[in-house]
């Protein structure tokens, strides 16, 4: 038998905690590092396969819409607004203010992921055209999975907390799904640049 | 008979505070404790045995393969069977073998070597368990029925493509390679966290042991190698499934894409593999040695070094496909450049034996078999390095010496040894020393006397993954002494399969601390409580066991009425929150299922990809589904009133 001797009590440390101080946030950021990475290398992918070809699009592969994309870019950059506002009322602990911004957030994305169908048809190629058609689907679909995951969980999260079911801990919940959302948003960036605009000016 | 008594040696502050924290982690019993376990210790020496499973029927496969070649023109195995059984042997021990069991050990040791309760994300490490078992069971499913793949274990296309691969063989290859893949992307991220976020009070990183640094640095190398894998092999199976050109260079694919996006990943799982085992070497040597290692900082740096530089070797798998000079120089350059923070860790380990009073127990034999085979792996790694030499050898047995060496040298010696040192830990009983040196010896002989004639048939001409030879050619008794090397290393496996049988009910009671170790795992008992530590540790120097004083300085104030376990500060590892750590529950295995009817229906139908993340819905929101709600978790209205 050895005796202990009490160094740290830490009975006054917090139980809820945001950001890097909590243990979901950390989790959050290594699926963001491992999504993201797999969605940069999709785009070299793409961007090989590029080296393959004189013209790209190739032979008479038709160039894809631009409208739509564009659109679709900014409603995804556009949802980080009412994200970053149900982060705020979170981090104040304001139940209804996270549960408006979140649906919010929730329609908008929906509205994203319709246009997806949209952009997809926009390609003007099929998956199994040729390379470009494989690449430029699979860039699209991957980011498409995110998206509509991520609209489940805003969803989930919207009724969790409009039907008064959240919990404490569920509030740095919503600051992480928020940091994930502004990832989703910001990658499409330079996917939307190598797809819609790549085989203009590649 | 002995039975293992719990050696609780702590005297807790409060004396009811061991019932609580029974109570609080205590498991669900029977069956049912074994579907729902989130537990660490039972998910990690789940994943170890399923992973040594693999082992022993990757080493069956290897068997058939040396039985085959003992002579020339022998008939035991037709070119199909001997095909599907290499691509076997291969895909086995390095993706259901090598990988998980690194991560499995990993998501034992851990939690327990840094003094924490469990592991960051116990619902999603058992996940990540059944993902893995889903998979391994798949492809052995292929194999019984003659689905087993046949292409090699990095499946080049246009081999694997849809053209020259019919059938569903290759399809059972892809998926099982994105399940595993899955699983260890989800072990690598929640190591990350329990070693940067779970760390006691006090075990700053300066303080961190050296195994916990090679497992951050795999893990980090996981989660970049890994998606690149994924994604190839999803690539392939569409590219087989849906009419896919990814690889196909008639419609503008490339194979090269293949080939850079599977050795972008299949580099680095080298040393996914090697660190751990040198994390493992550098845990067990100073124990064995009775010193403090000698060049903790030096040996860190070459880890972290070690985890950048393996990312920049990849392309000297291709220096056979006619790369630019400039990459070709570029990629040697790299390739010889590991050497170095390699030959740093070696000349580490010598100085401190040499420093040290020895004692030649299992572990340490074991430790440097690694050392004097990994030193000649490594040797041959250079030689390969080098592009002129590495046209001559190319795809000949010399490369197939060379992997070995390096794989079972490198890998597999400091796996028995971290077995044999930690197995006390696990079972509370200790493995038979004089079995331990039986297994040794055979095993060391049989590998060397097994491999070492490759180099000689490679430079002779023989090439990989042929079925057989004529007697002209004069392979055959150079082949002959090294099917009788495996014979020996099976003898070996026997051995050690006959003395854990024999001690987990024989064996000497191990005790806390039966080697005399300096790390938080031996600080209690052995087989540790499901809570780990009656208080938690706190942590006043590199080597907490070796240096704590008579009163062990522990942490209070964590509630033992819930699963709390404590967040620490990354870098000074300071009390930051609290987290609930959640229970048992059935919701991951309820979660893998239908990752398995994806990937598996995925073969068959591309709607595979609609049912299963269909069927995947509802487990996620009995996931998700708010648990009962803890005095101080309450909604913030109930706070309110």
């Not at chain 1, 919207?158 to 992480?176: C, E, I």
């Not at chain 2, 404790?33 to 990690?44: E, P, R």
């Not at chain 2, 998501?107 to 070597?113: A, G």
């Not at chain 2, 046949?150 to 994105?178: C, H, I, N």
Request: net charge negative; aromatic share 14%; hydrophobic share 50%.
């Amino acid at each position: 038998m050895s005796e202990v001797r009490r160094v740290h009590d830490v009975s006054g440390v917090p139980t809820h905690a945001f950001s890097h101080h909590n243990l979901v946030w950390w989790g959050t950021v290594g699926f963001i590092v491992v999504e993201g990475f797999t969605l940069f290398l999709m785009m070299a992918s793409y961007l090989y396969l590029r080296l393959n070809e004189l013209d790209w699009p190739p032979g008479d592969t038709r160039l894809p819409e631009l409208l739509i994309p564009t659109i679709n870019t900014l409603l995804l950059l556009v949802t980080i607004v009412p994200m970053a506002k149900a982060s705020h009322a979170a981090h104040h602990s304001d139940r209804l203010a996270v549960a408006r911004w979140l649906w919010l957030a929730t329609a908008l994305s929906a509205v994203s992921s319709v246009l997806r169908v949209f952009e997809l048809r926009g390609l003007n190629v099929r998956w199994d055209s040729n390379a470009y058609g494989s690449a430029a689907w699979g860039l699209l679909i991957l980011h498409t999975t995110l998206l509509v995951v991520d609209l489940f969980e805003t969803g989930a999260f919207a009724v969790l907390f409009q039907l008064g079911h959240a919990q404490r801990k569920h509030f740095p919940d919503v600051s992480d799904a928020a940091d994930y959302q502004y990832y989703l948003s910001v990658i499409y960036v330079p996917i939307y640049l190598i797809l819609f605009w790549g085989p203009r000016l590649l | 008979m002995v039975t293992i008594e719990d050696a609780l040696t702590e005297q807790p502050l409060d004396p009811g505070e061991r019932e609580k924290l029974e109570r609080t982690w205590q498991p669900c019993p029977g069956f049912r404790g074994w579907l729902t376990s989130v537990d660490h210790k039972s998910v990690g020496k789940r994943y170890v045995a399923t992973a040594f499973l693999f082992f022993l029927l990757g080493g069956l496969e290897a068997s058939a393969i040396r039985l085959q070649l003992a002579r020339p023109e022998n008939r035991l195995l037709d070119p199909d069977q001997y095909n599907q059984i290499f691509t076997m042997h291969g895909t086995t021990m390095m993706f259901l073998f090598g990988v998980p069991v690194v991560l499995a050990s990993a998501t034992y040791l851990i939690p327990l070597m840094v003094g924490t309760r469990n592991i960051s994300y116990p619902r999603l490490n058992a996940f990540g368990y059944w993902v893995y078992l889903i998979g391994g069971l798949f492809l052995y499913s292929g194999f019984i029925l003659n689905t087993g793949p046949d292409s090699g274990w990095f499946s080049y296309v246009p081999l694997a493509g849809p053209e020259y691969s019919p059938g569903k063989r290759m399809d059972v290859w892809a998926q099982t390679v994105t399940f595993t893949e899955i699983a260890a992307i989800i072990a690598g991220i929640e190591l990350i966290v329990t070693i940067l976020k779970q760390r006691a009070p006090g075990m700053s990183l300066h303080r961190m042991p050296l195994y916990v640094w090679a497992i951050l640095v795999t893990s980090f190398v996981v989660l970049f190698a890994m998606p690149s894998v994924a994604l190839a092999s999803q690539m392939l199976a569409f590219d087989r499934l849906v009419g896919t050109h990814f690889f196909n260079p008639a419609e503008g694919g490339d194979p090269f894409l293949w080939q850079h996006l599977f050795w972008f990943f299949g580099h680095p799982e080298v040393y996914i593999m090697f660190l751990p085992a040198a994390g493992f070497a550098s845990e067990i040597i100073p124990v064995f040695a009775r010193r403090k290692m000698f060049g903790h900082t030096a040996v860190v740096l070459a880890l972290v070094a070690t985890g950048f530089i393996s990312f920049g070797l990849w392309v000297h798998h291709m220096f056979a496909t006619g790369l630019p000079q400039l990459s070709q120089s570029f990629f040697t350059a790299a390739s010889l450049m590991i050497a170095i923070p390699s030959g740093v860790q070696v000349f580490c380990w010598i100085a401190t034996l040499w420093a040290g009073r020895p004692r030649f127990d299992t572990p340490l034999l074991f430790v440097l078999g690694f050392i004097a085979l990994f030193v000649l792996g490594g040797i041959t790694g250079v030689m390969v390095g080098s592009v002129p030499f590495d046209q001559q050898v190319h795809d000949t047995y010399f490369v197939v010496a060379h992997l070995h060496y390096v794989q079972v040298g490198a890998f597999v010696f400091p796996l028995f040894a971290a077995f044999y040192f930690w197995f006390p830990k696990v079972t509370g009983r200790m493995l038979s020393e004089r079995a331990g040196k039986w297994n040794f010896w055979l095993f060391f002989l049989g590998v060397n006397i097994t491999f070492f004639p490759m180099h000689f048939l490679g430079m002779m001409g023989m090439t990989r993954r042929i079925y057989t030879y004529l007697p002209e050619t004069g392979w055959g008794d150079l082949n002959l002494l090294a099917t009788a090397g495996a014979m020996l290393i099976a003898a070996s496996v026997v051995v050690f399969l006959g003395n854990i049988a024999w001690s987990l009910r024989r064996g000497g009671l191990a005790g806390e601390n039966p080697w005399d170790a300096h790390t938080l795992e031996w600080a209690t008992s052995s087989p540790p409580p499901p809570y780990n530590f009656t208080h938690l540790p706190v942590v006043e120097g590199l080597y907490p066991v070796w240096e704590r004083s008579a009163e062990r300085p522990v942490v209070t104030g964590l509630s033992a009425e819930r699963r709390e376990i404590l967040v620490t500060t990354v870098l000074d590892a300071e009390p930051d929150s609290r987290h609930e750590n959640p229970g048992p529950s059935i919701w991951p295995l309820l979660s893998a299922l239908p990752v398995g009817v994806t990937f598996i229906g995925g073969i068959f139908t591309p709607w595979a990809f609609v049912i299963g993340p269909a069927l995947m819905l509802p487990a996620l929101i009995g996931w998700g589904w708010p648990q009962a709600i803890p005095p101080d978790d309450r909604s913030i209205e109930e706070v309110a009133a």
